[in-house]
């Protein structure tokens, strides 16, 4: 079992900037792909962004598409969500979700095994 920390997220002004980071509690994990969701309220959850272990693989969201770079760091075994111009439709619980295929990540919930615990990203006008 693992359990995935989240930290980032927060408050911030149409237009800002918001750093989101997730990492495996055992930083020995091995290889996985990761995956950034969102769910904003009575809306089904929602694909964002992935990584493989390579990087070499990073499907992203139209919606969010030149805005959102997601990165990762596998020294650390950190995955980043980096956030700019946003929007008030970003405002949502974002998680990470790491799939234990190094490198294929899907989008769909399901192809997920271990989920962070959330943060908020609120947006405002």
């Known amino acids: 079992q693992v359990q995935l920390v989240q930290s980032g997220g927060g408050l911030v002004q149409a237009g800002g900037s918001l750093r989101l980071s997730c990492a495996p509690s055992?930083?020995?994990?091995?290889?996985?792909?990761m995956g950034w969701f969102r769910q904003a309220p009575g809306k089904e959850r929602e694909f964002v962004a992935a990584?493989?272990?390579?990087?070499?693989?990073?499907p992203y969201a139209d919606s969010v598409k030149g805005r959102f770079t997601i990165s990762r760091e596998n020294a650390k075994r950190t995955v980043y969500l980096q956030m700019n111009s946003l929007k008030p439709e970003d405002t949502a619980v974002y998680y990470c979700?790491?799939?234990?295929?190094?490198?294929?990540?899907?989008?769909?919930?399901?192809?997920?095994?271990?989920w962070g615990q959330g943060t908020q990203v609120t947006v405002s006008s």
């Open positions: 055992r930083r020995t994990f091995s290889p996985f792909g």
């Open positions: 990584i493989t272990w390579s990087g070499g693989e990073t």
């Open positions: 979700a790491l799939s234990l295929m190094a490198e294929w990540v899907g989008l769909n919930p399901g192809n997920y095994q271990y």
